[in-house]
């Protein structure tokens, strides 16, 4: 076996339609398009969204609200989760790259720390933002609250 005797497998390759070539194949006349319309024409393509020319859905529900551009997204870290961290892990200093570490967040994110559940060991946490009742816990059991 060399290059010049290979050959695909029989019944694998198929001849292509050659449509539009007369009548005698089967495939002259209108070339398997059928009759008439926009589809049998060239050039053409449906728009998106058509539905044939009901009201399509982009158009049938109400648009209503408002984005706004210059939102700040913070992802939301709560203090139970970092006792869990202090208490398992035995970490005391809590910085953004801690929580990226330990796949709380992705290194694009903002960070804020958020009041949820109970701080037991004193411990030093630096983010980008805070909520009041986090703060108050965090500085209440002696530890340390910086902003980024």
Same mark, same amino acid.
């Given at each position: 076996? !060399?290059?010049? !005797?290979?050959? /695909?497998?029989?019944? $694998?390759?198929? !001849? ?30 449906? +728009? ?14 109400? +648009?209503?609200?408002?984005? !706004? ?20 892990? +035995?970490?005391?200093?809590?910085? /953004? ?8 967040? $992705?290194?694009?994110?903002?960070? +804020? ?36």
């Amino acid at each position: 076996m !060399n290059l010049s !005797n290979l050959k /695909p497998a029989k019944g $694998s390759n198929k !001849n292509k339609r050659r449509l539009g070539r007369g009548e005698g194949t089967g495939f002259g006349d209108t070339a398997g398009r059928g009759h008439k319309g926009a589809k049998s024409r060239s050039g053409y393509s449906k +728009k998106r969204g058509f539905e044939g020319g009901q009201m399509p859905l982009q158009r049938r529900v109400p +648009k209503f609200g408002f984005t !706004n551009p210059n939102r700040v997204e913070y992802k939301g870290v709560n203090l139970d989760t970092i006792e869990k961290l202090a208490s398992e892990k +035995k970490i005391e200093v809590f910085t /953004p790259e801690t929580f990226i570490s330990n796949g709380l967040c $992705s290194k694009n994110e903002l960070i +804020k720390i958020l009041g949820r559940g109970e701080l037991k060991s004193k411990v030093s946490v630096t983010a980008h933002a805070f909520s009041a009742t986090a703060k108050a816990a965090i500085e209440g059991k002696g530890g340390e609250v910086t902003i980024k």
